[in-house]
């Protein structure tokens, strides 16, 4: 990726001895854009990020990452030491940016600032522009796998990578995520495509519904490519697309990843709710387990969903299969072919409310083991 | 229970052969009100008796309710057939007042009308003053035991009955609760005692967050006993809390039964509204079933309530014992004391947001077996 050296060090954060230390260092100063957790806990690190991003004017020449400790839940201190990081680290780096800064890992200690300088020191001097791979594996914590993916848009490149635990992660399930790409973009077209994307992937993923305090999605452009093309923004949403599957896939029991996709809404906001009510609801995610074509959970999530639906209009399809129609069951042997769509490791679950004519979706998965084993094998 | 009769008769709507159908039959036109579930999917008995119970001005003259099958999504049919089990089972029962329905069960299927009508028939025949707990069987479906409570005020009796398994339940865990009361009380005073106990008991349980399609709440006031007291509405409380704890303690895997109490919030609405995100949680729950305490994890959940909060105030106390203040972990040993308050049955957790003086509860309860054996026991 021309414009970016990267590197992926272990110093000694993460008692198991695996990489825990990550940069990102521009060749010279990027447009950069990021997505920030709304948690109002948010920890340390997001706030100083989102203050050097907003001093720099979206003008950013890295970041430094480390996996291990989240620096949350550290007050004081913790905003000093997560600006100390980045200054050291913006000493690898060229002038005129800011040095953002990242951490995942466990909250309530503060960061041992001396294991941390030791492996900022040792990440700067193993930048190179090869060094994608270490660096994607520093940012990982219970991930079982990198989590990577690359793009192409006209003549210019994206490389993304991405660390959580999907459904039933471990704690704080803090997501990060950055890409790199070496497209011309100012920030503010940069920051419009970031959110575009991420209200159709990240932000329409459900894991088990609690925002982290560490969450933090960034992209920097080197612009040693040219001018970002018309297709840059829809290469950067299937980038993130990508990613945030692997999320998905990646969590512990995750067998099934589905679309739930709304239609019929009064606006796109009620849509968004009701595919998310729907994709959050436990007794779908059971349902989706145990591969039982349960419409009426489906449904019921989404009468709870606080959004305008028509009960005689309602209809929902598994697959290509419809299964509801007008608020009833359709008549006919459905149910065979509805279970063997809910076998495929991804499909789609179409839900009309018949209240306009907005659409909107979310990324669901299944709540596996023994929650399913009582719930997703029994119908009343 | 002065001025009520009881029945609850098996009659084959249950394929097991257990009790189906049960009627509570007023001697006189009593008082009525009810809390009806809010899911834009309601049951057809839902809407037939929030009519009936508002075109008789809040008089009653009983409740026919079937289990093992909801009459949910069946369309106009669902209406005829839930209208017709209502008529037919006024014909016990004294002119004056609304007879009203309600069905708890399997979705989507039609109500076997000739087998409920049977049902209806011979509860009518076996109605009695001492015929409670028969009825309080008649409602259950997936439930292991009867629920049902009992409470005083000054003169007047109250007994109450409710059906649900908690938490983790199989399908739409439809809640149903009926109260009788000797009291002497208007409609009016009636509801209002009613929407203020439901707001601390049943509003504020967190099953899996879904609200079932044939949710109902009804109380008849026979007025036999004399004028309500000053205690009433106190007793009303307490009895419905009772009852919504049997709920969640009869929950599938149940072990904790948590109150989330939410202090220093701006306003009563943030308060619940925090406690409730905290409640749902699965992180959260799963600390509690692994009795863990995972004081990050309940922040963080507050942290996603879209409250405010001050972070460098927040602070938590897990029973007795003091493990978050002004935002950081406390120092000391802490964990065994809090460890051992989260090993009881029942126990409180505290959280303070630290922004202003309003309260509010949600009870929270465990989530278990293998979610839990991932998420509980583990600690990044």
Chains 1, 2 share one sequence.
């Not at 039933?168 to 011309?184: E, H, K, Q, R, Y």
């Amino acid at each position: 990726m021309d414009g970016f050296r990267f590197a992926g060090v272990a110093c000694g954060i993460k008692a198991s001895g695996a990489r825990d230390l990550g940069m990102i260092v521009c060749d010279r100063p990027a447009s950069a854009a990021a997505v920030f957790t709304r948690n109002k806990m948010a920890a340390a690190p997001v706030g100083v990020s989102r203050q050097l991003l907003a001093a720099a004017s979206g003008r950013a020449v890295g970041v430094v990452v480390n996996s291990g400790n989240a620096n949350a839940a550290t007050g004081r201190r913790g905003e000093r030491d997560a600006r100390a990081m980045a200054k050291q680290a913006a000493r690898a780096a060229p002038r005129g940016g800011a040095m953002l800064v990242a951490s995942t890992g466990v909250i309530g200690a503060p960061l041992p600032m001396e294991v941390v300088g030791r492996g900022v020191a040792a990440a700067s001097a193993a930048l190179s522009p090869g060094g994608f791979h270490d660096f994607a594996d520093a940012i990982l914590t219970t991930d079982r796998a990198r989590k990577v993916a690359e793009r192409t848009a006209g003549g210019a490149r994206l490389v993304g990578c991405t660390k959580g635990a999907g459904m039933i992660a471990p704690d704080m399930a803090t997501t990060l995520s950055f890409v790199a790409t070496d497209a011309a973009i100012a920030p503010g077209p940069l920051g419009r495509a970031l959110r575009a994307a991420c209200a159709g992937t990240y932000n329409a993923i459900t894991v088990d519904g609690d925002t982290s305090t560490n969450d933090m999605i960034l992209v920097l452009a080197s612009g040693a490519a040219g001018p970002a093309g018309r297709g840059f923004a829809a290469a950067l949403f299937d980038l993130l697309d990508d990613l945030a599957r692997q999320l998905m896939r990646g969590g512990e029991g995750v067998h099934h990843v589905v679309t739930v996709q709304v239609t019929g809404a009064r606006t796109a906001a009620e849509a968004r709710r009701a595919a998310r009510r729907i994709a959050n609801s436990p007794l779908v995610k059971t349902a989706i387990a145990g591969a039982d074509p349960n419409w009426g959970r489906i449904l019921c999530a989404a009468g709870n969903a606080e959004v305008a639906l028509d009960p005689a209009r309602v209809a929902l399809k598994i697959g290509e299969v419809p299964v509801v129609r007008r608020g009833a069951p359709v008549t006919g042997a459905w149910e065979a072919a509805a279970r063997a769509v809910m076998q495929r490791p991804e499909y789609e679950l179409v839900v009309e409310l018949g209240a306009g004519r907005a659409t909107g979706r979310y990324l669901a998965c299944d709540l596996s083991h023994e929650y399913v084993s009582i719930n997703a094998d029994y119908r009343s």
